[in-house]
């Protein structure tokens, strides 16, 4: 793995425990609980395989299964491939779950249906090779539902320490800079949808135009359909 790939392993391990500790809460009633009904808009089950690019834990994999999706799963973190191999034997799910890094998928081309990837091609050192990869991987037609932080969540802070020019595991990409580099490397955007920070409230974000909207986002999902080759 490269040096960047290493230390997002390790960072992602050690996280690990806190994330699990939160997620169910974080996909029932958090800021991911509008994520799933979001994708099963745009992918059915009876289209085929979906893949969890950066799928941690395993919930939304586990969670898609139950329902009768047909899932696999995929993680940097050792650890996470763990709870998340624990979280399917509880629901008596059999899913595959591997560790691997989403700019180099170990996947055939034209493999996957849909593919979710929320908050992790930012986490990479090319979000570009990321979305290729994703592409790569899904057959012509198919999509993408990708998660990127809003401007000033929380979790942008992983990317701080690169002022002092440290290594970190986050790129700092912007909703807008993922629609437009999606749009520009063989994807169309079928849909977007803001989850807001607390605060934003309907009659607000009402007034807003979309870029306001994307600036005022806890996270904002796109859903981003694969063009013909």
Not at 3 to 24: G, I, R
């Amino acid at each position: 793995m490269s040096e960047w790939s290493t230390l997002a392993a390790e960072k992602w391990d050690q996280f690990a425990a806190d994330w699990h500790a939160n997620s169910d809460n974080m996909w029932e009633n958090g800021s991911r609980r509008t994520i799933l009904p979001f994708l099963q808009k745009y992918v059915s089950i009876s289209d085929g395989p979906i893949l969890d690019a950066g799928c941690a834990d395993g919930y939304a994999s586990c969670k898609l299964a139950s329902i009768g999706y047909a899932m696999e799963g995929i993680d940097i973190a050792g650890e996470m491939i763990r709870l998340a191999n624990d979280r399917a034997k509880r629901a008596g799910l059999s899913l595959p779950f591997q560790t691997g890094d989403i700019s180099q998928l170990p996947f055939a081309d034209n493999t996957f249906a849909g593919a979710l990837s929320i908050n992790v091609v930012e986490f990479t050192p090319s979000p570009l090779k990321a979305l290729l990869e994703l592409r790569r991987v899904l057959k012509p037609g198919g999509t993408l539902v990708l998660g990127i932080l809003g401007p000033t969540a929380g979790p942008r802070a992983h990317s701080y320490r690169r002022l002092y020019e440290e290594p970190t595991i986050q790129n700092t990409m912007m909703p807008w800079e993922a629609k437009k580099l999606a749009s520009e490397n063989g994807f169309v955007r079928k849909d977007e949808e803001p989850v807001y920070k607390e605060g934003i409230t309907p009659d607000i974000a009402g007034r807003l135009s979309v870029e306001l909207r994307e600036a005022v986002s806890f996270l904002t999902l796109f859903a981003l359909e694969k063009t013909l080759d």
